[in-house]
């Protein structure tokens, strides 16, 4: 086998470490900043938060390093020690506050420190573990309805089968039950609050809740007939049927109708909730109208102040003026310049970060500033990500991560970011609109119908173009899927 020799050229693209810690914070919300910061004050001692009870963080580092006995594993060689400039970490100014927070004088009620708390709620699982707990069980009993409850989703439905949760008490709790055993328990879990709950489907789920008003009179009693027997034709609104069938007038169907939809679906839905963060939307933007001037402001509530940890810097100094250069002095110098290179490349990530956000955001403002005057919907330009990136010089990617990720509260609402991005369609004039337009408007024709004769996707499509919009049936179906929008059918009123 011969060997041969070959010159060859390669271009690589890497990310350097900062870059990644970089695009990772980009994708952090504002109600997650401060819990990341936490985390790098933790792992690394040469940053700290600059608040008045700070310590000046000099004992626990001396403490580190001057223990007497430990070892020292810092990355780095002689070599590198010898091209260390203690100028450069110890200069005049590592010790102020990080300006990163972009405070607006004109809003001082932005930069309270006060972080946003989050209200503490119990669960839908603790509910009826609580309520669980208020019945006189014998253990065996009490773990088969722990289990059960336990296997109940967070919309309160249970739709683990049975013979799933027989198993499940065979392998983890070893406890033999019968299936007669556990639908007796499940039974017994659905006369607990909210009422619907432990249901195995919608059916059941509505069924419960009026059991319950059984007694509230014949109408009550007709909506649980039409919901046994004719549940199907109910949810396709085949009403003409369900009439024959019970021999009722339309008026009496509506009143039944309207017992039914007072009902819930979903009764472990507003019991709690289990991810906060689907709960509360902090935005990360305010937009203020100042007198027909919009003005933009980054919220900094859960962004603390950051600097260099000043013992870390006295060390250095100490370090410095001393004329003993020993190996164990030597890699105390290294680890301590990897700390503060760590603490000054997150610093400035997060400069960085809120840099981005502020240029992304502000470009979003200016290409759609009618919008964000008026509140109207069909004012909004097509806007694709690659429209950004373009007038801020940011990857496409980087613009997707903010939009994705981030909310901005204007005087008409909280709206994430990726809300005001729309492909756009062409109108007769050949004028380019933003499809976001098209939807509001076929909303706003759908709300308008008439719900005895909804509109049809072909109608809805005629209306459309006699208004100017180039759009196909397929299109119209399409956005008003979109919109979660019934069809024709299933939105028609008695």
């Known amino acids: 086998m011969a060997l041969s020799q070959s010159l060859q050229q390669k271009l690589l693209q890497k990310l350097s470490p900062q870059q990644i810690q970089l695009m990772k914070l ?58 260390i400039d203690i100028s450069e970490y110890v200069h005049d100014g590592d010790d102020e506050i990080a300006d990163y927070r972009m405070r607006d004088d004109n809003y001082p009620e932005l930069d309270d420190k006060q972080v946003m708390p989050f209200k503490v709620e119990s669960t839908l699982h603790d509910m009826l573990a609580d309520q669980l707990g208020m019945l006189t069980l014998d253990e065996r009993k009490r773990k088969i309805a722990e289990q059960i409850v336990g296997s109940i989703d967070d919309d309160g439905y249970l739709r683990r089968e049975t013979a799933s949760i ?54 009550v009693q007709q909506a649980i007939e039409i919901l046994t027997r004719y549940f199907d034709e109910f949810t396709k609104k085949h009403y003409d049927k369900i ?59 859960n962004a603390p102040d950051l600097r260099i940890s000043e013992g870390y810097r006295d060390m250095l100094k100490e370090y410095d003026k001393s004329s003993k250069k020993d190996k164990r002095q030597k890699e105390a110098v290294l ?67 903010v939009a994705n990720s981030k909310f901005v509260q204007t005087e008409f609402g909280t709206y994430r970011l990726k809300f005001f991005f729309s492909e756009s369609l062409s109108t007769e004039s050949g004028e380019e609109v933003s499809t976001r337009e098209v939807k509001k408007i076929l909303s706003d024709m759908v709300g308008g119908e008439n719900k005895r004769k909804p509109l049809s996707d072909e109608r809805l499509t005629e209306l459309l173009q006699e208004k100017g919009y180039n759009i196909a049936r397929r299109t119209v179906a399409k956005y008003r899927e979109q919109l979660n929008i019934p069809v024709a059918r299933l939105r028609k009123e008695l």
């Open 166 to 219: 027989q198993d499940d008490l065979a392998f983890r709790q070893n406890i033999e039950a019968s299936e007669g055993e556990i639908e007796e328990l499940i039974q017994l879990i659905q006369h607990f609050d909210p009422p619907g709950v432990a249901a195995r489907d919608l059916q059941e789920c509505l069924l419960l809740q009026l059991d319950r008003r059984r007694n509230e009179g014949h109408t």
């Open 335 to 401: 680890f301590i310049k990897q700390k503060i290179d760590a603490a000054k490349w997150f610093i400035d990530a997060i400069k960085q970060r809120q840099q981005t956000l502020m240029m992304t955001m502000q470009t979003i403002l200016d290409y759609q500033q009618e919008f964000f005057l008026t509140g109207d919907e069909t004012t909004m330009r097509p806007m694709i990500l690659k429209d950004i990136a373009e007038r801020t010089g940011l990857d496409i990617s980087t613009v997707s991560r």
């Open 243 to 301: 009439q024959r069938g019970l021999n009722i007038n339309d008026e009496e169907l509506r009143d039944i109708i309207q017992q039914i939809i007072k009902l819930n679906p979903k009764p472990g839905g507003n019991v709690g909730e289990v991810n906060k963060a689907e709960s509360y939307v902090i935005p990360d933007f305010f937009i203020f109208n100042n007198a027909g001037k919009l003005e933009l402001t980054l919220n900094s509530k």
């Open 26 to 83: 980009l994708q952090v919300p504002t109600a997650n900043l401060e819990e990341r910061i936490k985390e790098e004050l933790e792992e690394n001692p040469a940053l700290e938060q600059s608040d008045e009870d700070s310590d000046d963080g000099f004992d626990e580092p001396r403490d580190e390093f001057e223990s007497g006995e430990e070892d020292y594993e810092a990355e780095g060689s002689e070599e590198d020690y010898d091209k």
